[in-house]
C-alpha cells in the first residue's frame, strides 16, 4: 500500500472556469448529444484548416502542462497503487491533496442526473472507471454539459482527479479538471463484425470491434519471446543476414525475384546458408528470426510472407537436435500456460523408410523415378501429374507418416532419416538396405509440420555434387522449387564447417497451434499477402 498516494476526503477548489478553445456552443444539451460522427467529423476538419495548431489534436506535453497533476500514471499503474485501498476515508485529512493524469481511449460513458458522467477508459488492455461531475469542478450544470457533451467512444483523452472508490467499490478518478480531448474519433465503429471479407479487408477496424481477434497477435509475439529467451539462455548469438541476396536460397521453394542495377536479385526463401556461413566464420552458436518470402500459393496454413526461426550450433548431432527440440517446445509451452494442452518430454519418434514399408507390408528398395513408380503401382496409388523422385516420396510421407499424427493428438511427433534426395543440405549415410538416408528429422503436430532439422553436410565437395544433383533435376522435371545452387556457399565450406545441427521452426505454425487458430492469417497483423495488397 503506497500511502504517500492515499488521498483525503478534502476537495480543493479548481477556480473559474475557463471554456477551452475546442468546445462548441450548443443552445441545448440534447444538441451535443444528437453530434452525429460525420457532422463533427466536418467541424474538426474545418477547424484544422483555419489554425496552424489544430486544436483538436493538442501536443500531449502541452494538455499535461494545462492539467498540471501531481503525479501522471499508466492506468495499470494507477490500478496497481490502488487496488489494495478500500476506504479512501479512513486517510489522514492533514495529507497533502495529490492529482493524479491518466490518459486513455474511452471505451464507454454513462450519463447520470443532469451535470455527472461515468465514463471507462483503457490504456495497455487495462481499464478504469472515471468520474465526471460539475461538482468538484467548480463548474454550473451549463457549462460543465457543453464542455463535456462533445466526446465520444472511441476518442483519446486526459483526464485529472483524484482515486476514490463508487459505493459499489469500483476504483474511480473523481475529476476535478474538465476533460481534455487528445484525439477525437471522426468515423463510428459499428458494433458488430463478422463477414470474413471485410475482416481481412480492414484488419484495424477487425482490431476494435473484435478485441478478441488480437490474441493470435499476442500469442505469437510470446512465442517469439520465449524462443529467443531460450536460445539467448543457451549463449547463441542473435544475428541479421540479407534478405535481398543473389540467387543462392538455401531451400526448396520458389524465389520472388526482382532486380539491382540490372543484375537479379531473390528475397530470400530461407536464412540457412547465410547462418552457416557465420558458422564458418567462427561464430559456433546463431540464430536468426525473421521473415522469409516464398513466391508460392496461399492457404490455410501458408503466406508468401512468414516467420521462421533458424539456429546453428556447431558440434551438434541429430540426437542433440531431438533433445533441445524438446526441450524448446516444453519452455514454450510452459511459458505460454498451454502444458495442459499440450504433452511434453520425450516425443514419439517414427522411422521415414521403416514406417512406410510397416504400414503398406512392402518394402521400398528402389528410390529413383522409376522404383517409386513401380512402388505406387503395387500400392495400386494415384501417380501425380509431373512425377519425381520427391513429389513421390512427399506423397508417401503424407499418406502414411503425416497421419499417424492423428494418433497422438496434440502431442509432437519426430519423423526422422528421410531419402537422401529430399534433404540435398544435410548429411547422409547409407542404411541397411543400401538406401541413401539424410541425419535429419521433422517435427509435427496434428499433421503439421512444425519444425525440420539436421546435420549439416560439411563435405564441400559432396555438398557440390548434391547441388548439380538438384539442378539436374530442376531441368529434367521442370521443377522451379528444387534448390538453386549456390557456388559461393561451398567456397566458403573449404574453410572448413565443423560438425554442425541447423534447425527451423516455423512461428506463425507454432502460434496457430497454441493461440487454437485455424488460419494463418489470424497470428498475421494484416492477414495474408491477398488481404495485405487490398488494405
Same mark, same amino acid.
Given at each position: @500500500? ?75 499503474? $494507477?490500478? =496497481? ?13 492533514? &495529507?497533502? $491533496? ?11 460513458? &454513462?450519463?447520470?442526473? =443532469? ?46 482527479? *483524484? ?43 477487425? *482490431? ?11 500469442? =505469437? ?78 492457404? @490455410? ?33 510452459? =511459458? ?104 535429419? $528429422? ?46 559461393? *556457399?561451398?567456397?566458403?565450406?573449404? *574453410? ?10 516455423g512461428i506463425d505454425r507454432l502460434a496457430m497451434l497454441i493461440a487454437g487458430a485455424n488460419r494463418i492469417e489470424d497470428v498475421l497483423t494484416f492477414g495474408t499477402l491477398s488481404s495485405v495488397l487490398k488494405n
Amino acid at each position: @500500500m503506497l500511502l504517500h498516494r492515499l488521498v483525503p476526503r478534502v476537495i480543493p477548489r479548481v477556480g473559474k472556469y475557463i471554456r477551452p478553445s475546442w468546445v462548441l456552443h450548443f443552445s441545448t444539451s440534447s444538441d451535443a448529444d444528437n453530434l452525429t460522427h460525420e457532422n463533427r467529423k466536418v467541424i474538426i476538419t474545418e477547424s484544422g484548416k483555419n489554425h496552424i495548431d489544430s486544436k483538436y489534436y493538442p501536443s500531449i506535453s502541452t494538455v499535461r502542462q494545462r492539467l498540471s497533476a501531481s503525479e501522471k500514471l499508466r492506468v495499470k499503474e $494507477f490500478c =496497481k497503487d490502488f487496488k489494495d485501498v478500500v476506504k479512501f476515508s479512513d486517510v489522514d485529512n492533514n &495529507r497533502s $491533496f495529490e492529482n493524479y493524469l491518466l490518459e486513455g481511449k474511452i471505451t464507454s460513458m &454513462r450519463k447520470s442526473g =443532469k451535470a455527472m458522467y461515468f465514463i471507462d477508459i483503457i490504456q495497455d488492455n487495462c481499464s478504469v472507471q472515471i468520474m465526471a461531475t460539475n461538482k468538484l469542478m467548480g463548474m454550473d450544470p451549463a457549462a460543465f454539459n457543453e464542455c463535456h457533451s462533445f466526446f465520444k467512444i472511441g476518442d483519446y483523452i486526459a483526464v485529472r482527479g *483524484y482515486a476514490s472508490r463508487t459505493k459499489t467499490g469500483e476504483l474511480t478518478l473523481k475529476l476535478n479538471k474538465p476533460i481534455e480531448m487528445l484525439t477525437p474519433v471522426l468515423s463510428k465503429v459499428p458494433n458488430r463484425l463478422e463477414d470474413r471479407g471485410l475482416i481481412n479487408n480492414n484488419r484495424v477496424l477487425n *482490431y476494435l470491434v473484435n478485441p478478441d481477434s488480437k490474441n493470435a497477435i499476442i500469442v =505469437k509475439s510470446k512465442v517469439i519471446q520465449a524462443i529467443r529467451n531460450f536460445l539467448l539462455d543457451r549463449d547463441f548469438l542473435e544475428v541479421q543476414t540479407p534478405i535481398l541476396s543473389g540467387q543462392g536460397t538455401g531451400a526448396n521453394a520458389t524465389p520472388f525475384v526482382t532486380k539491382f542495377k540490372g543484375d537479379p536479385v531473390h528475397l530470400r526463401v530461407a536464412p540457412e546458408l547465410w547462418l552457416k556461413k557465420l558458422v564458418i566464420g567462427g561464430f559456433d552458436r546463431v540464430f536468426e528470426i525473421g521473415s522469409n518470402f516464398r513466391n508460392e500459393g496461399i492457404d @490455410m496454413t501458408h503466406n508468401p510472407e512468414f516467420s521462421t526461426c533458424e539456429f546453428y550450433q556447431a558440434y551438434t548431432s541429430l540426437d542433440e537436435l531431438m533433445k533441445m527440440t524438446e526441450d524448446m517446445f516444453g519452455y514454450v509451452f510452459a =511459458k505460454l500456460g498451454v502444458t495442459n494442452k499440450f504433452p511434453v518430454g520425450n516425443f514419439p519418434k517414427y522411422e521415414f523408410l521403416p514406417t512406410i514399408e510397416q504400414k503398406t507390408g512392402i518394402p521400398i528398395t528402389d528410390l529413383t523415378l522409376d522404383g517409386l513408380v513401380n512402388y505406387y503401382k503395387k500400392m495400386n496409388l494415384t501417380i501425380p501429374p509431373n512425377p519425381n523422385p520427391v513429389k513421390l516420396l512427399n506423397n508417401l510421407s503424407e499418406r502414411y507418416l503425416e497421419s499417424i499424427c492423428s494418433e497422438h493428438p496434440n502431442t509432437p511427433v519426430f519423423i526422422y532419416n528421410q531419402p537422401e534426395i529430399m534433404s540435398p543440405l544435410a548429411k547422409s549415410t547409407t542404411d541397411a538396405a543400401g538406401n541413401r538416408i539424410s541425419s535429419r $528429422f521433422e517435427l509435427f503436430i496434428n499433421a503439421r509440420e512444425m519444425a525440420n532439422a539436421y546435420e549439416e553436410e560439411n563435405d564441400p565437395c559432396k555438398q557440390l555434387e548434391k547441388f548439380k544433383l538438384q539442378q539436374q533435376m530442376k531441368t529434367a522435371y521442370n521443377d522451379q522449387e528444387m534448390l538453386i545452387p549456390d557456388h559461393n *556457399y561451398v567456397r566458403a565450406m573449404e *574453410y572448413g564447417l565443423p560438425p554442425t545441427g541447423g534447425w527451423g521452426c516455423g512461428i506463425d505454425r507454432l502460434a496457430m497451434l497454441i493461440a487454437g487458430a485455424n488460419r494463418i492469417e489470424d497470428v498475421l497483423t494484416f492477414g495474408t499477402l491477398s488481404s495485405v495488397l487490398k488494405n
